[in-house]
């Protein structure tokens, strides 16, 4: 698997000094309750997590925006209809961050994946660590990384979609808010739609401080119908961000799956 690109060159001189960032990530990760945050996946689509990072992780975080030489890509979204604003996908080797993230929030994940493909009698099955995961996805052509860096300006937003880049998609995805509301931006709220069948969209607004993740569904996910236990049906997901009334808001996106 690639190796992983350091962010010692991108800290301040300030921050070299100080204690290191990011040392436990993984561990923090895997202290988070997870039972309650999959019940809230289970039950609704998405799920809070508080303070993941602090105030100084994600302000360097948001800073590897500017260092052109850690991405792939930039997309400007008005060429492309999904909103305003910009958002740029990380290249191999990723910053170790963002890797221990991916992988300690996937081992978390899986069980509940693989949970919820059972319950839609879909016959996928994910392996229990993230590099397996991987070795899927590159063996199909999915070789080019997606975990992705967002900035938003003042009167930017992204429209609701779904982050599908191939055949092998794991079902759930994490957002990092890197900006504080109402001092760095105002407006700019992570919204999620869900569709039943028959029914009107569902809204959901998951108020965000910085630091704070939101775990969620990529497309879909099973809910139990009124009928019994045997009784499963798939509900759509989508997910964007608002319109910001000021600032400037960024944000780390962490997709499982690599694109094609």
């Keep these: 698997m690639p190796a992983t690109a350091t962010l010692a060159s991108e800290l301040p001189l300030d921050d070299v000094a100080a204690p290191s960032p990011f040392a436990d990530l993984g561990r923090r990760v895997a202290a988070q309750p997870w039972e309650e945050i999959s019940s809230a996946l289970h039950d609704g689509g998405c799920a809070l997590i508080p303070g993941l990072l602090d105030a100084r992780e994600a302000r360097l975080l948001s800073a590897l925006y500017d260092d052109d030489g850690l991405f792939r890509s930039r997309i400007v979204m008005a060429r492309h209809n999904f909103g305003l604003g910009e958002y740029k996908y990380f290249r191999y080797p990723l910053p170790s961050p963002v890797q221990a993230l991916r992988s300690a929030f996937y081992a978390q994940l899986a069980p509940l994946a693989n949970h919820w493909n059972a319950m839609m009698d879909i016959g996928v099955r994910y392996p229990a660590t993230h590099a397996g995961f991987l070795r899927r996805c590159h063996d199909a052509g999915q070789v080019r990384p997606t975990p992705l860096l967002l900035r938003y300006g003042s009167g930017d937003y992204n429209c609701l979609h779904q982050d599908l880049y191939g055949e092998h998609v794991f079902p759930l995805q994490v957002a990092i808010l890197l900006s504080e509301p109402g001092r760095d931006f105002t407006g700019g709220e992570f919204v999620l739609t869900e569709q039943r069948p028959r029914m009107q969209s569902r809204p959901e607004v998951v108020p965000l401080c910085q630091g704070d993740a939101v775990a969620f569904a990529v497309s879909q996910r099973p ?31 962490i997709i499982f799956h690599d694109a094609a």
């Design 223 to 253: 809910v139990q119908g009124v009928r019994g236990p045997g009784h499963v049906y798939r509900v759509n997901l989508r997910h964007g961000v608002s319109r910001l009334r000021s600032g400037q808001r960024h944000t780390l996106g």
